[in-house]
């Protein structure tokens, strides 16, 4: 396991559509991050996962925006009825729950294009 | 909450000199980490360095260096006989230390260094 994975790398979609991203974490890592980044900003914290429970989401940009992550393992991030607002990257990141050995790696990012 | 601020939108810097990338933040903690990623054009974000706040001795990896003054709130990256390779965003974030919260990061806006042959 080379590090963390997301799939799509871009996504191109119409508004209104619903659109779902992928990411999985390296493998011992039991704690799973969303971040969103628009242009020219850094990324912005979305929600996050210790094994599968999802432990702060208030962050989320809207009741369109929702995540899970079922068995602890790879988790998707989903956007309901889209707008062009939502163009941004999509970033994941993970970490161990070990104090002073749980820096966050990203994965290369989900861009999402939203016409 | 808690806020990154970096100052310089970009940056450029001559092959094999060396560069200082400015940080601040605001927090009223008094341990938490800090780190340097670099993002790369079109590719994915890396850690570059990290520094815990409670340690004095500033963290260094190869050619890459902080100056952290926790007085000041400050977190300078210093790299030194840059490389082309060295070219990219580079963020300033924060995390708490506290492990009842989310730990996420907080990034600032990005410097954009460019390294000029």
């Known amino acids: 396991d080379t590090g963390v994975s997301q799939n799509p790398r871009h996504k191109i979609t119409k508004r209104g559509q619903n659109v779902t991203f992928r990411c999985d974490p390296i493998s011992e890592h039991n704690r799973l991050y969303w971040y969103r980044q628009t242009l020219g900003q850094g990324p912005e914290f979305l929600t996050y996962f210790q094994n599968e429970a999802q432990l702060e989401k208030s962050r989320l940009l809207s009741d369109r925006f929702s995540a899970e992550r079922p068995k602890g393992s790879f988790s998707t991030l989903e956007i309901q009825r889209t707008e062009q607002g939502d163009s941004a990257m999509y970033l994941c990141?993970?970490?161990?729950?070990?104090?002073?050995?749980?820096?966050?790696?990203f994965g290369p990012g989900t861009r999402l294009t939203v016409l | 909450a808690q806020t990154v601020t970096q100052s310089q939108p970009e940056m450029s810097v001559q092959e094999a000199e060396t560069v200082t990338l400015s940080c601040t933040y605001d927090?009223?903690?008094?341990?938490?980490?800090l780190f340097w990623y670099k993002q790369p054009p079109s590719r994915q974000m890396i850690l570059v360095i990290r520094q815990e706040a409670y340690k004095q001795q500033n963290a260094t990896e190869n050619r890459f260096s902080v100056n952290f003054q926790k007085a000041a709130k400050s977190f300078s990256l210093k790299i030194s006989d840059s490389q082309l390779g060295d070219a990219a965003m580079y963020f300033c974030a924060y995390r708490s230390l506290d492990q009842t919260g989310a730990n996420n990061l907080f990034f600032g806006t990005g410097t954009r260094l460019t390294v000029i042959p």
């Open positions: 927090t009223s903690e008094s341990d938490y980490y």
């Open positions: 990141a993970s970490s161990t729950d070990r104090v002073w050995t749980d820096t966050q790696y």
